[in-house]
Structure formats: structure tokens, C-alpha cells
């Protein structure tokens, strides 16, 4: 029989990474960040010191990248060229770079291919924009997280403030309000509800009280 695959699409600061973690846990499946691995793509573009309008450069530097997923405990760990890199993709710069380097179509594919092999392989629990509409159209549940601008960026503010990082909440919201654009109107694979998704608004819940829901949503396996 093949495999048991959850797509958690949805904006950017929706709680999405978070739950979906404590989904697959719950659940036994392995959890796919899949931003992680456009960040990780991103990181390789800024070392090679590529502009942020150079998609040519971009995309022959997409052949010198092996970006590979590896789970301990499951927990994921993203490699770029056999590089754990986890800690140097979740900065302010390379946000930046992942938003608009993931526009291109080659980068895209790229992911894409390694995403869809993970999930033959796995029971998955996979988040990001573009998966129940697009990686993996047979997903056996598929769900729509969001919640307004305004609850987005004050989490991330928070979370930034609780690692003592200096910030702005015009700042953030700002920065959300442009990501959530180019995320939705690139022109291949762009953020989307799938028809058959599940919306969940997460603008009043506790990551407990959507971690619950989903569950609820999710358990019962296939059908
Ligand atoms: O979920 P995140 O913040 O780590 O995503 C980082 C960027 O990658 C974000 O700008 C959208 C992009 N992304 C994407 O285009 N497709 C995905 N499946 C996941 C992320």
C-alpha cells in the first residue's frame, strides 16, 4: 500500500512549521519542512554571491547545489552539499533571498522532485505554499492554515523578541505583507488553497487548540 501523506499549505508566520512538527509526532510520520529546503537553496545562491535579480546565475548555480533531507528522531536536518545548515537558513537575509529565488521555475523543480520522492518513501506530514495544489495532488489530507496579517507578524515579533533580537512590528508586517505577495502571484506553482483543502484560521487559537484540530482532522487514516 503506499504511503499516508498530510499537505499543510498556508502564509508565512500561520503556525504552519510548529504544528505540523507536533502533527507528525503525534502521528509517527516523518514532518517535511519544505521552506527549508528553498532556504537552503537561498543560502547557496548569497555564498555564491549571487544578486537577487540574477535568476541566470541562479539557475546554473542550481546544478552545484545537492540539497538533501535527513531525519534524526525525526527531526529534519537540511543539507546543502553535505553541510547540516539548519542554523544558518532562518536569518532576515536569507528569508529575503528564498522568498524571491523560489519565483523560479528551475529552483522549483528542483525542490519539487526531491519533496514528492520523500513522500513515496514516508508517511509524511509536509508544509508549505504550494503542496496540496501542486507537489503532491493525491495527498490523503490537505489543509489550508492561515490567520490575519496583523496576528502573523505580531508571532513573529514576539518569537524575535524572546530571542533577544532588536525589531520593529511595522517592520515585520511589512516584510510579511511582500512575502505573502510574491508567494501568491508568481506565475508557476504559487501559494493557493487547494479546492479539496481544509481552511483553518488560526488568528484566535493556541498551537495546542490547532494542533488538536488538525489531528482530529487527520487521524482515522485513509479515506
Ligand atoms: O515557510 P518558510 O517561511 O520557511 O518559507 C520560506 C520561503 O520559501 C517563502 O518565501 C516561501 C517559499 N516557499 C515556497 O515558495 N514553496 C514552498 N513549498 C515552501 C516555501
Redesign the pocket.
Known amino acids: 500500500m503506499g504511503k499516508f501523506s498530510i499537505a499543510i499549505?498556508g502564509p508565512?508566520?500561520a503556525g504552519?512549521?510548529t504544528v505540523a512538527r507536533a502533527l507528525a509526532k503525534r502521528l509517527g510520520y516523518i514532518y517535511v519542512?519544505?521552506?527549508?529546503?528553498?532556504?537552503a537553496m537561498?543560502l547557496h545562491f548569497i555564498r555564491n554571491g549571487i544578486a537577487e535579480d540574477d535568476f541566470a546565475a541562479m539557475e546554473t548555480a542550481c546544478d552545484t547545489a545537492e540539497v538533501t533531507i535527513i531525519h534524526t528522531d525525526g527531526e529534519q536536518a537540511v543539507l546543502l552539499n553535505g553541510e547540516n545548515v539548519n542554523g544558518f537558513?532562518?536569518t532576515e537575509q536569507v528569508?529575503h533571498m528564498?522568498?524571491?529565488s523560489?519565483?523560479n521555475q528551475k529552483v522549483?523543480l528542483k525542490?519539487?522532485e526531491l519533496?514528492r520522492g520523500l513522500a513515496v518513501k514516508e508517511n509524511v506530514v509536509?508544509?508549505?505554499?504550494?503542496?496540496g495544489s501542486y507537489?503532491l495532488p493525491d495527498a490523503d489530507r490537505k489543509i489550508f492554515l492561515t490567520a490575519s496579517v496583523e496576528v502573523r507578524a505580531k508571532r513573529r515579533y514576539d518569537e524575535q523578541k524572546a530571542k533577544g533580537t532588536e525589531c520593529s512590528l511595522a517592520e515585520i508586517e511589512e516584510s510579511i505583507r511582500e512575502?505573502d505577495y510574491?508567494?501568491s502571484h508568481?506565475e508557476f506553482?504559487?501559494?493557493v488553497q487547494a479546492e479539496d483543502a481544509v481552511y483553518v484560521d488560526t488568528s484566535g487559537l493556541t498551537i495546542e487548540e490547532v494542533t488538536e484540530e488538525l489531528y482530529r482532522l487527520c487521524r482515522g487514516g485513509r479515506g
Not at 519542512?33 to 532556504?39: Q, V
Not at 509536509?126 to 503542496?131: A, C, L, P, T, V
Open positions: 499549505d508565512a508566520g504552519k512549521s519542512d519544505t521552506g527549508a529546503m528553498y532556504r537561498a537558513i532562518r528569508s528564498t522568498s524571491v523560489s519565483v522549483r525542490m519539487v519533496q509536509m508544509d508549505g505554499r504550494d503542496i507537489v512575502r510574491r508567494d508568481r506553482a504559487p501559494l
